[in-house]
């Protein structure tokens, strides 16, 4: 932008324009969002120290659990590794669309996955839904312990609260994913 179109602006004036003033309403909104957000991010993170620690009483031994934590942090490791390098080259080619903002780098994977064939999109939607129901699994596992031993300490029967408790959980969410 040439320095006559910016009118009675001067140039510090332009680089940082003052703030509007804030709206109260557009601002609490943001934040019950936050908090709405970070009371599930909590209790899901929650949930999953949960499962793992499930892991720790299911191991058939400590040698056993040590062994599948150091296999598991591998494999991931392997993961990152992989989409790491697959960001470096979706941005190796097509750096002038990552830097305007044209494409996103977390989409990057995407990005070079869009032009091969349907075959490939079909194992990547299968490969990414078993990601996400081992992920569900975690959590599902997570509520049925947490509730059953709730359920226990009332003295009901927890196996059938729990199956229904997650029955009446996951109806909602299939219908979201629909």
């Known amino acids: 932008m040439m320095y006559s179109e910016l009118g009675s602006f001067t140039k510090r004036q332009y680089d ?17 969002l936050f908090l709405l957000v970070l009371g599930f991010k909590i209790a899901s993170a929650e949930m999953f120290n949960q499962a793992n620690w499930q892991r720790v009483w299911a191991a058939e031994s400590i040698p056993a659990m ?53 075959g490939w999109h079909v194992i990547t939607l299968i490969l ?15 509520l049925t312990c947490i509730f059953s031993n709730d359920l226990v300490r009332i003295g009901w029967n927890p196996v059938w609260i729990t199956r229904i408790l997650l029955v009446v959980i996951n109806i909602p969410a299939i219908i979201m994913s629909t």
């Open 128 to 142: 990414v839904t078993a990601l996400a129901a081992s992920s569900i699994d975690s959590l599902q596992n997570a």
């Open 16 to 32: 940082n324009p003052p703030l509007a003033p804030c709206d109260s309403v557009l601002l609490e909104s943001h934040f019950n």
């Open 66 to 118: 040590r062994k599948g934590f150091f296999l598991g942090a591998f494999l991931v490791f392997l993961l990152m590794m992989f989409f790491g390098i697959i960001a470096m080259i979706a941005y190796a080619n097509d750096p002038e669309a990552y830097n305007m903002g044209d494409k996103f780098a977390y989409l990057a994977f995407f990005d070079l996955l869009m032009p091969l064939g349907n």
